[in-house]
């Protein structure tokens, strides 16, 4: 299948889902939900819908269980609302790359502080004599 369209077919996957998933999935499991990214197999026979839960009181692992309770319902809307034929079958995995981000960003941000920490603390070295000039004496 060429490449153009597996990636149109997968972001109207990701776009569909997500309005579907914020309009019409009521689980009180899966409160609100970003998709971050949609990857369709080759054959179409699947497709893997990573998600972020968005300010959610539920820990990742039930929102999984949320969204594939509900995924029955959402590869039947999905089929409708693209005219596929054969609607792939959803697969939902937990996003972890968006806290990762967040983890590396708040280590950077550690480092830079104890950087500037340090460099404030340190004294100035004295100033390199120019070349040529004899040595001072003590």
């Known amino acids: 299948m060429p490449q153009a369209r597996t990636q149109r077919i997968e972001s109207e996957i990701q ?3 997500a309005a579907l998933i914020a309009r019409e999935v009521k689980d009180p499991r899966v409160g609100n939900v970003t998709i971050t990214a949609v990857s369709v197999a080759a ?4 497709a893997r ?3 972020t839960p968005f300010a959610s009181r539920n ?3 039930e929102v999984r ?12 809307e ?6 596929l034929r054969h609607a792939p079958r959803l697969e939902f995995v937990f996003d972890e790359s968006v806290e990762g981000a967040a983890r590396l960003t708040s280590l950077i941000e550690r480092a830079v502080a104890g950087d500037r920490a340090g460099a404030a603390a340190a004294p100035e070295p004295a100033p390199e004599p120019p070349p ?7």
């Open 59 to 61: 820990p990742p692992h």
């Open 132 to 138: 040529g000039a004899d040595p001072p004496r003590r």
């Open 49 to 51: 819908v990573f998600f």
């Open 78 to 83: 999905l089929g409708r609302r693209l005219s």
């Open 15 to 17: 776009r569909v889902l």
């Open 65 to 76: 269980t949320g969204l594939t309770h509900a995924a029955g319902f959402l590869r039947g």
């Open 43 to 46: 054959d179409m026979g699947t």
